[in-house]
């Protein structure tokens, strides 16, 4: 059964800095790999998408990485602003599914003017 | 374009009620997806539709849960009698037909469900 980790569970940067948040999953039969945000109170953003056949995808200071072999995704923010402040979720979309997303617990991310 | 909506966005009923959860899906969406968190937990998947059909429902916890996708349109979910342990957020998410690999989920803003 599909696992999701995020590590940190928990991230304060001071804005301007670029940061990393991690992911991992214990089953390569994924079709995808989506990074969400949720702002307190509200649904989850889809920020990328990274198809199972494909390495990265970039939006404007964004990036996500996918690594099927070793089971890790990353998801890069550049030059950090206080209104990236949020909870970040990775999930992996179900091969054996219908591409059913199993979710990671996410990372807070607080970004200090 | 309108997003993902959910009704109620809060519902809050005692031990042996019924609720019922309502999504209406982006227009043109053929998949449906039903997910939940329980407190301090992961989201974690319910149930599937494509168009009408139920395509998979391994996650639904017990047969308390009913969900329906009338005519291919909006879903309900109906939790009769609710317990205490079905307390949460209840998501719906919508995406296109065709390739899964592409297949971005959006999700609506979630119904909170306390019972009490």
């Given at each position: 059964k599909q696992e999701v980790t995020q590590i940190p569970a928990a991230l304060s940067v001071p804005e301007g800095e670029n940061l990393v948040l991690n992911c991992s999953f214990?089953?390569?039969?994924?079709y995808n790999l989506q990074w969400f945000r949720q702002d307190p109170g509200k649904g989850l953003t889809s920020l990328l998408l990274i198809q199972s056949s494909q390495r990265e995808q970039t939006s404007g200071r964004l990036n996500a990485s996918l690594d099927k072999s070793s089971g890790r995704s990353t998801l890069y923010i550049a030059a950090?602003?206080?209104?990236?402040s949020a909870t970040y979720l990775c999930a992996g979309g179900d091969q054996t599914g219908a591409n059913n997303l199993f979710f990671g617990t996410g990372t807070r991310l607080t970004v200090i003017p | 374009e309108a997003g993902v909506t959910q009704f109620p966005s809060h519902s809050v009923i005692e031990k042996g009620q019924t609720v019922t959860l309502r999504c209406d899906p982006i227009?043109?969406?053929d998949n449906l997806y039903w997910y939940r968190r329980v407190m301090g937990k992961e989201i974690k998947f319910l149930l599937h539709f494509v168009k009408e059909s139920?395509?998979?429902?391994?996650?639904?916890?017990?047969?308390r849960f009913l969900a329906e996708r009338t005519g291919g349109t909006y879903s309900t979910l109906k939790v009769q009698?609710?317990?205490?342990?079905?307390?949460g957020v209840y998501f719906c998410a919508s995406s296109r037909g065709g390739s899964l690999a592409k297949n971005i989920q959006y999700f609506g803003a979630g119904t909170r469900l306390s019972v009490l």
């Open positions: 214990t089953d390569s039969a994924i950090s602003q206080p209104g990236d | 227009s043109g969406h139920k395509q998979d429902e391994s996650g639904m916890p017990n047969n009698p609710a317990e205490l342990e079905d307390s």
